[in-house]
T-cell receptor
Framework: NAGVTQTPKFQVLKTGQSMTLQCAQD?????MSWYRQDPGMGLRLIHY???????DQGEVPNGYNVSRSTTEDFPLRLLSAAPSQTSVYFC???????????FGPGTRLLVL | LAKTTQPISMDSYEGQEVNITCSHN???????ITWYQQFPSQGPRFIIQ???TKVTNEVASLFIPADRKSSTLSLPRVSLSDTAVYYC????????????FGSGTRLQVQP
């Protein structure tokens, strides 16, 4: 199993540009989520999904959209990038006997 | 969602036992306590999970008192490679609700 994969690993955007961060998991987990982590800070929940077709907002949803058309994929869309969105973005899926969260390697985003 | 409170940072030396305590006063009946470890430039990874009393695995022990309003992660004989941020999470045992991370505890292990 590849676990949770994220693309790209690194991206530079200009203010106002849009882009999609990709996340996929091959563990057949129903629950997936997106977090952002600013330098020296903890993780903040952006959006999460408890299954295909179901999404909900986390702590910091503004400026981001998500959709969940399949169990495997959970893309995060930045509508109009702002410098405040410069961060590392982690995707996670949750499942297994202890409902463990498995994290992807992260996408480092720089908005100029 | 149950909020958690942890110390911001801790220092230790190689070979010592480290105990990190997390407070979660409004933990719900169906909530479990889970600890994650995060190294720089990596996503967090699962360490241990428990509901009550004591849980032990090959990496750590988790102590939970009867009232469950706090928990203590115990790392035996830490090494330099245990330098990381440790997060305490409280949430249900199903994937139907969001899990939020607090600020975590930054553990620095020195030689």
């Amino acid at each position: 199993n590849a676990g949770v994969t994220q693309t790209p690993k690194f991206q530079v955007l200009k203010t106002g540009q849009s882009m999609t961060l990709q996340c996929a998991q091959d563990m057949n987990h129903e629950y997936m989520s997106w977090y952002r982590q600013d330098p020296g800070m903890g993780l903040r929940l952006i959006h999460y999904s408890v299954g295909a077709g179901i999404t909900d907002q986390g702590e910091v949803p503004n400026g981001y959209n998500v959709s969940r058309s399949t169990t495997e994929d959970f893309p995060l869309r930045l509508l109009s990038a702002a410098p405040s969105q410069t961060s590392v973005y982690f995707c996670a899926s949750r499942g297994g006997t202890q409902e463990t969260q498995y994290f992807g390697p992260g996408t480092r985003l720089l908005v100029l | 969602l149950a909020k958690t409170t942890q110390p911001i940072s801790m220092d230790s030396y190689e070979g010592q036992e480290v105990n990190i305590t997390c407070s979660h006063n409004n933990i719900a009946t169906n909530d479990y306590i889970t600890w994650y470890q995060q190294f720089p430039s990596q996503g967090p990874r699962f360490i241990i999970q428990g509901y009550k009393t004591k849980v032990t695995n090959e990496v750590a022990s988790l102590f939970i008192p009867a009232d469950r309003k706090s928990s203590t992660l115990s790392l035996p004989r830490v090494s330099l490679s245990d330098t990381a941020v440790y997060y305490c999470l409280v949430g249900p045992d199903t994937g139907r609700r969001a899990l939020t991370f607090g600020s975590g505890t930054r553990l620095q292990v020195q030689p």
